[in-house]
């Protein structure tokens, strides 16, 4: 039974809070889908495109993940209809001790309503990356701060170019 | 004792959540003023008008509600001053498990510092509808799913239109 | 449309936190019944009996409550069979800004598969009762401490007799 | 990749919660080794040898589950050492909307310190049955209410014979 | 050992409930440096050098606080920078019972990967401050409302001259 | 201003969840009393004289930590009045993403009533320790796990002595 997970998310930039599910997620399914979403009226710091090479330099070149076992793509879609598309039956979400609770609540039973053969699965990361938030990485940038801890190199550079 | 409790919300749209929890309160109260929100710098997919008008097609024209019950209007007030138009000490409020509870917690205490004669109730939606959040109905008709299990006839024409 | 309210609770004893909720509740309702749960296997300070008695003192000699609006009896049944004995559709539950959610979430959603014509309806005490809980009560008048913020003068004496 | 998950839990007993879960895990899973746990200073209503019995009734028999795969268990070691003895990577979890977060963010968090091989995996059962808990179903047993929405026949049955 | 703590916020504009924190840092501490933030994209009522003037005039000439303890300034940087500037090794935080925990969980842990020798300390405000936010307090003026029991004389002065 | 604070708790037995708290008191006070309570009806593991030589060894043998700056008592009044005999106006609450916060919020709240120049102070352990609680450590020693990562060897040591 081959499993195919999808991993959806904003990834607005990728860090070590996503990476460390991603790998998780690898040791428990054969293939991962880290879907970028391209949500309308969400200003985002990368566009899609962008956002989608970050994730990949991120985990082939200054990681050497597996290509293999990972696609990297962006979406416009529902969510449900994606998995499908991939022939998957998972929607993983990662999960913090401070959540927020409605927001994933209403999001997995929302799923669920629309096709109730998808499940979301949660993966809790390592405690010590559930502090990272892709929010306060773009803040500290900003304010000249150093994110070493947060993100891969590439992501790094990117993000300074960005805030120059 | 003629029971009338005021029902605030943004309703942007009205959903089977919030019909839930109107539902229950008509078997507790005499009458249940429906108050859509217009607040300032909110950007809503309907204007006040154009969601009063929904609430009614859904209560009245799908749900066939009795509207001698009932009084739908949009309001620009505080909620306490709204209360005190209608005669009533109740402010009603939907509760979901996972309710942003901050918010309501702050609201609910500094409307009983403006005016300590009127209370705040709040109701528990059926656990099936506490899941259904008007935010998310949006984003799904916008991505051409399936909302019937979540809102009325009238309401998913409007905004099937809405995102044409 | 006759309004009762069912209040069920351990009120082990009665505080004014308790109270708080029962004087909103006589404002929204014709007839409020307090009801003291004895359910098996709890070890309670004060019988049943005894917890009846101290919320007669409390409100009708201390506080001086109108006595045709309330009644007080202790329960061994289903809460939902309780409001079929009096004729009511209102469990009445008090909600603190940390109340434990996972307990009323789920008392409320099994109360409704129970009797889905019954509604739980919650009351937001005071802000500065909601810290007020029978278990610290207990705790501050066994190690001596000054109570009188927290409860009546007839159960402040009941509490300090039990500790002797 | 053979994927097999240990469901630790107290079942006691065994509900439609648990068994939502259960049934979710099978759509993921290739086997799921259902554990129920004998702690010691716990006091169960079932010991671990009538849990593991009703929970075999319940899957086989009444809800005719596939017993390939599906293995029923109960177990005094700490759950990584079961994981390992079942070669087993996957601790699953049932979440609600309003977990015991604390519990659930320690518990994931020791047993990751204990063994970082094994992950917990969190599923949230479909909303319906989030409010079903064991407790609650032996309190309504207890005062001679209906549970038939809560759990399987032979569960009730055995139930009722506990409280005759 | 001279402790200073450094207390961020965006006080737009300063309310009771900041108040309550600050005068509880002043039994604490030998001083408080009240540190108004001036986050890009976020659009406040008052600027940066108006919410300054406003918490100077509320603290000093409103309340009589003792000057020589309080220093009130702007800022652009992190936090972590400008406790060094300070020479402080504490980061004040106000509590309230349903504070937004994933922000101040991130926010404290990203603090302390940026700097370790710095503290976050939380400060719990008396309940009957809890309720108070700036938010509200802004939403009331807009409405008309009495926002006395909110915040002091010359901010509500202040607050009426913006909505007019 | 010579600042003392008390950190009272149960320690059954202390944790390395425990010394981060007490290790970064260290930094912001001239002094801190541990208190171990000796609460009535409660089933300890260790007796609070054998909970207050765990501290000390795990302290002052185990990590050489100042003696001169730590006091650590057992103690069966009331935590206000536990203040007040050591001249200190903080109570010291370690704050976990996912701690108990109706009974933190309680706590508070009951103290100041009981005297409101004593304030209550809560402190964040790095988050890699807030997985670790003392029920845990009991239950995985007692089910011969490894602890190392947990607490200090001396209290191992005793840990293991009593599940002889």
Not at 42 to 62: C, G, M, P, T
Not at 100 to 113: H, I, P, S, T, V
């Amino acid at each position: 039974m081959k499993k195919v997970a999808v991993y959806p998310g904003t990834f607005d930039p990728i860090t070590f809070g996503h990476i460390d599910v991603i790998n998780k997620a690898l040791k428990l399914f054969d293939k991962v889908i880290i879907a970028a979403s391209d949500g309308a009226n969400k200003n985002y710091l990368f566009n899609s495109l962008e956002r989608v090479q970050l994730i990949k330099k991120a985990l082939f070149v200054d990681l050497k993940f597996d290509k293999k076992k990972i696609e990297v793509i962006s979406f416009t879609s529902l969510t449900t209809d994606l998995c499908k598309k991939y022939k998957s039956n998972i929607i993983l979400r990662g999960l913090r001790a401070v959540s927020d609770f409605e927001y994933e609540f209403q999001l997995a039973g929302m799923n669920r309503k629309l096709n109730n053969n998808i499940e979301t699965i949660f993966l809790m990361s390592d405690v010590e990356n559930q502090i990272i938030s892709s929010r306060f990485v773009k803040e500290i940038v900003r304010l000249k701060g150093d994110i070493k801890k947060f993100t891969t190199k590439s992501t790094i550079k990117s993000l300074k170019e960005k805030y120059e």
